[in-house]
């Protein structure tokens, strides 16, 4: 059974250790997988993305343990939450809403019975005291009924593109790794000519893939998330733009 | 048979990777888990800390490969160490000695039998070549005293806390990735009313979890490794102090 | 089956999950290990060296994904490539001709049979749409020549190092986690009394472990990838001589 982990916990301290040891005392035959642990702290909607983009890669009944909680220890509850093919621990603070927004029915459940977290309970480390003992039972089939009662679940829409005299009002929604700008532009949605505009830069050239650009280029590619991202050949769009997170960008239609 | 690493080999090389291989090869059903690679470099008391924090959550008999060295290839012993519920190989510099003070007994053995290393062994990577080759034959259930002989191991005591005028002098021991400062002061010797003292601040808020503080506010709060630490809800309580590790904390009791 | 993963791709994004995620649905018991994913972006020659560096410590039939790709969605073959012992999947980009050079005879194939790759093939993630998927086959036992024909590899020799009036001109090749100046002169090439000159700096010292040296004493040192390395003990000798990958060594032998 794979468990996969999905935190803002890094890699330097004993936090990812110390879950991944909970879940091995329990079932010394789950398969732990890293999602990531470098969400930036606190940073709900990056990790909704970056699950949301690889989860349908999963097999089917990986158990996700998200973990970005700035809340822990408060009045927030502990969920899990089955879908038709997947299992998913975590806080209830919207993080899973753009995966469950693509789910036709789920069962949600809070995780209030003490049998199935740690001995000791933290205020500051649910990841360790109840997320990762509620995926590791999970794991070995417990019922998450157990856990606690059902529950209603409200999961927020993502909200409709804004559209301001045929300008689409567009958002950069992460950046990756190599400096890559990824947008919420679907990249069914990008019209066949159109000019991107931001950071007084206009990008209206797409390209299929990276080496078609001169090294330096910006130019704009669909993205394998299913969005389009503004890119630099070998280089970081990031960097170049001086862009981040959440800034704006202008998609005009063009002929 | 879980085999835990932690070294500060960082993840960019293939240093991690060759000890893995090399345990992989001797035993091919090891569960091998990175407890973390980002040790400072050369910083032992950290990898103390980290492993002391979390050993206890990983099942028992895991064998646990801890590599801060910088006496390799010197006349510094390569140990075994059997505590009742787990096994340790290391370097023997004082890694393991918060552990093994919380052990009734322990048996250590030196590793000097060529039979249980790589087939070369260089001079500045017992990672590879002596501890992952003793931990996976360890893992199959290869006795331990097979390796060499068992010898007397001294162990440290954690120095008594500094009192000076009624001012416990405490210690800033490890600053989390989150940029939490945790201090030697364990949580049940924190009086319950309190001013901590540090870079010409003074905290006296005592929270029981992060959320119940204001954004920016620095706080006290009981940490899940078991000692009181200094945050900031939703930011660095390191960068908005410049305090470093081994910096002084006055801790003084208030009525 | 152990199948382990190369790549830049960093551990932040969704990269990483993914390919591991492909690969779990299609080989559940595959034993999925990372070498590294933080290999500089498009850093070829950085991959194979960490690659040649550790793959011989890995099990006999180790899949290896390999995947720095500045190429990615072009016309550059995705290739599998047999040796003797392991077997890797890669981008026809060079990175593998280290490792090739050492093996008496190996056989490539191209992978272009859509039924091996992932059900949508993006143009910009060939390393979850098509190196993981064939990864996850070869681990299940299917026969490599499935994935495509048999092709010709030609595989570069490494250049013979260069002496002018009798001074070797060397490199460094690697910069490794500590600081550690990897070059091009192997172990055995080394004379016994020697110069290496590097930015207005000379060293002359060769230590057999890093503790012989003065804190701060700059060394050489046989390093445990069969290279030659520019040491500093407990410091960084990238950052005391400022020095980076490819700069130039001037190698003297000394009487």
Redesign the interface.
């Known amino acids: 059974m ?1 468990v ?1 982990l999905l935190t803002d ?10 879950m ?3 879940i ?2 329990i079932n ?1 035959d789950a ?9 930036p ?2 940073d709900i909607a990056s990790a909704a993305f ?2 949301k ?3 349908r ?3 089917r009944d ?1 158990i996700f343990v998200c973990v970005v909680d ?5 009045e927030r509850r502990a969920i899990v939450v089955e879908t038709e093919d997947y299992k998913f621990v975590a806080p209830d603070n919207g993080l899973l809403d753009p995966v469950l927004l693509k789910s036709d029915s789920f069962k949600a459940f809070s995780i209030t019975n003490r049998k199935y977290m740690r001995s000791e309970v ?4 649910h990841g ?2 109840i997320f990762a003992p509620a995926a590791g039972h999970l794991s070995t089939g417990v019922d998450a009924a157990e856990f606690g009662g059902q529950i209603n679940l409200t999961v927020k829409n993502i909200p409709t593109p804004v559209t301001i005299n045929g300008q689409r009002d567009a958002r950069v929604i ?1 950046i ?3 400096g890559n700008l990824v947008t919420d532009i679907s990249n069914n949605e990008l019209p066949d000519r159109f000019e991107l505009e931001m950071s007084a830069t206009t990008v209206s050239n797409l390209y ?5 650009a001169d090294l330096g280029e910006l130019f704009a ?5 299913g969005y389009v ?1 503004i890119a630099v ?2 280089g970081s769009a990031a960097d170049k733009l001086k862009v981040k997170r959440g800034d704006r960008i202008v998609v005009r239609p063009h002929e």
């Open positions: 794979v996969a916990f890094g890699t330097q301290d004993y936090f990812v250790a110390a991944k040891g909970v091995l005392s010394p398969k732990i997988i890293d999602v990531t642990h470098e969400i702290p606190q970056v699950l983009a690889c989860y890669d999963f097999p990986t700035p809340g822990v220890g408060s933290s205020n500051t480390f360790r005291d992460h990756d790794h190599f299929d893939f990276f080496a078609q590619i669909k993205g394998s998330s991202e050949r070998e």
